[in-house]
T-cell receptor, first 113, second 113 residues
Framework: KNQVEQSPQSLIILEGKNCTLQCNYTVSPFSNLRWYKQDTGRGPVSLTIMTFSENTKSNGRYTATLDADTKQSSLHITASQLSDSASYIC????????????FGGGTRVLVKP | DAGVTQSPTHLIKTRGQHVTLRCSPI?????VSWYQQVLGQGPQFIFQ???????GRGNFPDRFSARQFPNYSSELNVNALLLGDSALYLCASSFGQGALGYTFGSGTRLTVV
């Protein structure tokens, strides 16, 4: 069964500090992995998309890594800002008809001043 | 260029009633997928439509149905509403059935009382 597990479930960090979110997956055959940022009550917004051959991708202060061998990904937030408070969702797509998406449960990040 | 638009943004219904949610994809996108996101959890796949045909269905009861129109907009219908149907319903569009570029709408918040 295709699964995506994220850790931690939630974390609190001080403004200006860095943090790293983890994503482990068992989706097969692997197509791509995406990180989304979701503000409360809003739709997810794409941060990064990585295919099998990519092991790192940045989007401003967000840097995602992918290890396709160990089926792990991380999202690093640098110099956090209050606006980074949101849920971060890891989504893995299988290379099957329709490229179905499997969502992780998300990590809720709260940035405090 | 407008993104994915969903309507209504919020909705309150009574148990047993029926609801119709609407989604307009990004111009040029031919695939629409529907997701249910219960508070505090990741989105769960409901349906995918591509070129007006159902291409995927998640593990949801027959009370859930959907369709896609010739202009690629889509409706999600839920009959005999239950309290457990209360959730954020997300629509995502992409150009092709298995495209990388999924874009989510802001969602419809459905509350069943």
């Amino acid at each position: 069964k295709n699964q995506v597990e994220q850790s931690p479930q939630s974390l609190i960090i001080l403004e200006g500090k860095n943090c790293t979110l983890q994503c482990n997956y068992t989706v097969s055959p692997f197509s791509n992995l995406r990180w989304y940022k979701q503000d409360t009550g809003r739709g997810p917004v794409s941060l990064t998309i990585m295919t099998f051959s990519e092991n790192t991708k940045s989007n401003g202060r967000y840097t995602a890594t992918l290890d396709a061998d160990t089926k792990q990904s991380s999202l690093h937030i640098t110099a956090s800002q209050l606006s980074d408070s949101a849920s971060y969702i890891c989504v893995v797509s299988a290379r099957t008809a329709g490229n179905k998406l499997t969502f992780g449960g998300g990590t809720r990040v709260l940035v405090k001043p | 260029d407008a993104g994915v638009t969903q309507s209504p943004t919020h909705l309150i219904k009574t148990r047993g009633q029926h609801v119709t949610l609407r989604c307009s994809p990004i111009s040029g996108h031919k695939s629409v997928s529907w997701y249910q996101q219960v508070l505090g959890q990741g989105p769960q796949f409901i349906f995918q439509y591509y070129e007006k045909e159902e291409r995927g269905r998640g593990n949801f009861p027959d009370r859930f149905s959907a369709r896609q129109f010739p202009n690629y907009s889509s409706e999600l219908n839920v009959n005999a509403l239950l309290l457990g149907d209360s959730a954020l319903y997300l629509c995502a569009s992409s150009f092709g059935q298995g495209a990388l570029g999924y874009t989510f709408g802001s969602g419809t918040r459905l509350t069943v009382v």
